[in-house]
């Protein structure tokens, strides 16, 4: 059982370029968000999706997008990255709803912006 | 808004003493709490959680956390530490007012490491 499927693992862009970071589970959850992670700060919220149709800003959703392509499917992209961008992304699904609301996490995604 | 508060970026313990990890939250309406752990290089996992009833919950690999409303702390417990439970740990709180939306905040994040 494969969980919460994200890629790239790694990237590397040049300040201005985009991109889009994919995630994927497989649990028929309703509920997914991302989350970057940078030293110090913990995980702060991006983004989230509390059901397929629906997308809500999270604590820091300045310079990002997402789309809620179907119930599996959660993309987050950069249409202009900056250096600021480099951290370790995060995606999360849970079942959502009025459940207790545990997360389950992808394996994450390093993105460095030069 | 909902927020929570790790005071400690590390917590250092001596293997086989007790450990606690300190947690406060505040919400506007009664909260979902939650501890997760991460070891280098994965994704967090979830250890433990509290919803309602008992104020000691207990988690995955011998943890347990004591929730305190009057304090507004959930701190994460375990009364003899190993050196495998040096990891970095997360609490985090989802606001029962959005209960649909399942937005859940994270604090950030408490490293612990267990000497031996």
């Known amino acids: 059982n494969a969980g919460v499927t994200q890629t790239p693992k790694f990237q590397v862009l040049k300040t201005g370029q985009s991109m889009t970071l994919q995630c994927a589970q497989d649990?028929?959850?309703?509920?997914m968000y991302w989350y970057r992670q940078d030293p110090g700060m913990g995980l702060r919220l991006i983004y989230y999706?509390?059901?397929?149709?629906?997308?809500d800003k999270g604590e820091v959703p300045n310079g990002y997008n997402v789309s809620r392509l179907n119930k599996r499917e959660f993309s987050l992209r950069l249409e202009s990255a900056a250096p600021s961008q480099t951290s370790v992304y995060f995606c999360?699904?849970?079942?959502?709803?009025?459940?207790?609301?545990?997360?389950?996490f992808g394996e994450g995604s390093r993105l460095t912006v030069l | 808004a909902q927020s929570v508060a790790q005071p400690e970026d590390q917590v250092n313990v001596a293997e086989g003493n007790p450990l606690t990890v300190k947690c406060t939250y505040s919400?506007?309406?009664?909260?979902?709490l939650f501890w997760y752990v991460q070891y280098p290089n994965r994704g967090l996992q979830f250890l433990l959680k509290?919803?309602?009833?008992?104020?000691l919950v207990k988690g995955s690999y011998g943890f347990e956390a004591e929730f305190n409303k009057s304090q507004t702390s959930f701190h994460l417990k375990k009364p003899s530490a190993l050196v495998s439970d040096s990891a970095l740990y997360f609490c985090?709180?989802?606001?029962?007012?959005?209960?649909?939306?399942?937005?859940?905040?994270f604090g950030s994040g408490t490293r612990l490491s267990i000497r031996p």
């Open positions: 649990m028929n959850h309703n509920s």
């Open positions: 985090a709180v989802r606001d029962l007012r959005y209960s649909s939306a399942s937005k859940i905040i």
């Open positions: 999360a699904s849970s079942l959502g709803g009025y459940s207790t609301g545990e997360l389950f």
């Open positions: 509290y919803i309602t009833g008992d104020n």
């Open positions: 919400v506007s309406g009664n909260p979902y």
């Open positions: 999706s509390a059901s397929e149709g629906t997308t």
